[in-house]
């Protein structure tokens, strides 16, 4: 499907990125090949068998439309994801920049600002416990980076002036309040995300607070709390 015969191709990955399973957690990024065929239309791939065989050698050279490295990582991490097809195309050079452009506006509007994905796994995060523990004690020290490294963007969008307006002394209390004497207990976990139950007491019962984490191109992240 050529993203110029139906915009709503492109519409509907903000949804459909978010929803699909990882291969694996921890990968290498794979070559990116391009060519462009006898029709003119831009093609990405990330499999060499899927460029015709005339064409190999050329399809790794680098050229004026290339995508850059940034980009190649996100159209290789949403090939993997099946949140876009593993032959991308697009007619002419403008279609695909403006097509990479919402592709990248879309993992970071969802998930994670695109400059993260050029910087080294985190090892903090590299389990959905021990993203919670981080976020456990950013709140506690009211440190509101620490805060922003262990969520997706859109828990943050959502969050952040939440946070802001708390203030750090407000939420030292509110992470005192809540994990001094609260239970997390796994419910399931996949490659792409984890379920948990946060069990907090209230008198003689327990209040049960549902919290999802999910696997962001290598990093667990906190996408509701």
Request: proline share 4%; aromatic share 10%.
């Amino acid at each position: 499907m050529r993203v110029s015969d139906n915009c709503l191709y492109l519409a509907g990955l903000c949804i459909s990125f978010v929803m699909v399973i990882f291969a694996n957690a921890h990968f290498a990024s794979a070559e990116i090949y391009q060519y462009t065929d006898k029709q003119g239309v831009i093609h990405f791939t990330d499999n060499l068998q899927n460029v015709p065989a005339s064409l190999r050698s050329k399809s790794l050279r680098e050229g004026p439309s290339s995508l850059s490295s940034q980009d190649k990582k996100i159209v290789d991490e949403l090939m993997k994801r099946g949140a876009i097809e593993h032959d991308l195309q697009f007619s002419n050079t403008k279609e695909m920049k403006d097509g990479v452009t919402y592709l990248r506006e879309a993992t970071k509007k969802e998930l994670v600002d695109p400059e993260e994905l050029n910087k080294p796994l985190d090892p903090r995060l590299s389990t959905p416990e021990g993203t919670i523990s981080v976020y456990r004690e950013a709140l506690r020290a009211g440190n509101m980076l620490e805060l922003k490294a262990c969520v997706t963007n859109r828990y943050w969008e959502k969050m952040a002036e939440v946070f802001t307006a708390m203030g750090k002394q407000k939420m030292t209390e509110i992470a005192k309040d809540i994990f001094t004497h609260a239970d997390i207990k796994k419910i399931r976990q996949y490659d792409s995300y984890a379920d948990f139950e946060l069990l907090v007491p209230e008198g003689d019962k327990k209040m049960s607070y549902p919290v999802s984490v999910e696997n962001v191109f290598g990093n667990w992240k906190i996408s509701d709390f």
